[in-house]
């Protein structure tokens, strides 16, 4: 393999990983809108207040932390072992 195509691979990878991580995330966003939706009088929260209450200083760190991880899907459950599988 020539090194340019070496150099090359990484930012291929790297592309395809965030384009699922982006995928992912705005189908956690819709989750969190939907559920918003059923649990407030029909208020529909955008994707940017959706971000502004995660990272809220009226949350712990921890609390944050975690919200955050489940929005981009960091917990190594689920669809994570299926593609370690197949590799």
Excluded at 1 to 11: E, G, I, N, Q, V
Excluded at 54 to 64: H, I, K
Aim: with cysteine.
């Amino acid at each position: 393999m020539p090194w340019s195509a070496a150099l090359t691979r990484p930012k291929v990878i790297q592309k395809l990983l965030h384009r699922s991580h982006r995928k992912a995330n705005l189908i956690n966003l819709d989750r969190i809108r939907c559920s918003v939706v059923e649990l407030s009088n029909g208020y529909t929260p955008s994707d940017e207040s959706i971000w502004r209450s995660v990272r809220s200083t009226n949350l712990q760190r921890l609390t944050r932390e975690f919200f955050w991880k489940c929005i981009h899907n960091t917990f190594r459950v689920g669809d994570f072992w299926k593609w370690k599988s197949a590799a």
